[in-house]
């Protein structure tokens, strides 16, 4: 059974999640909306550590690393397109 202190910050994870959606979907802007994204991965990957922490596995915890790699590289490129750089 998982301790109430990672249910609860699970809890808290999936509001500010919530809330990231709802910015991607009502963003006035599409930065805006890339900021949604972008918080919502970093949301993800907390979820992850708070999972592998929980359950003590530490491929959570890999693979959460992993995943914000990619999440930032995925960030700079579309920042960098947005800006004007890919052709």
């Known amino acids: 059974m998982i301790a109430p202190v990672f ?3 699970a809890l808290i994870v999936m509001i500010g ?3 990231s959606v709802l910015r991607i979907l009502f ?5 805006d909306r890339v900021v949604g994204v972008d918080t919502l991965n970093t949301l993800i990957v907390a979820g992850m550590i708070l999972l592998g922490a ?4 530490t ?3 890999d693979i ?3 995943y914000a790699l990619l ?3 995925g960030t700079l490129a ?3 397109y947005l800006q004007g750089g890919l052709e």
């Open 7 to 9: 249910f609860y910050s």
């Open 17 to 19: 999640a919530f809330l």
């Open 27 to 31: 963003g006035p802007s599409v930065p």
């Open 54 to 57: 929980a359950y003590d596995r």
């Open 59 to 61: 491929i959570y915890i």
């Open 64 to 66: 959460a690393i992993v």
């Open 71 to 73: 999440s930032y590289i």
């Open 78 to 80: 579309i920042a960098r």
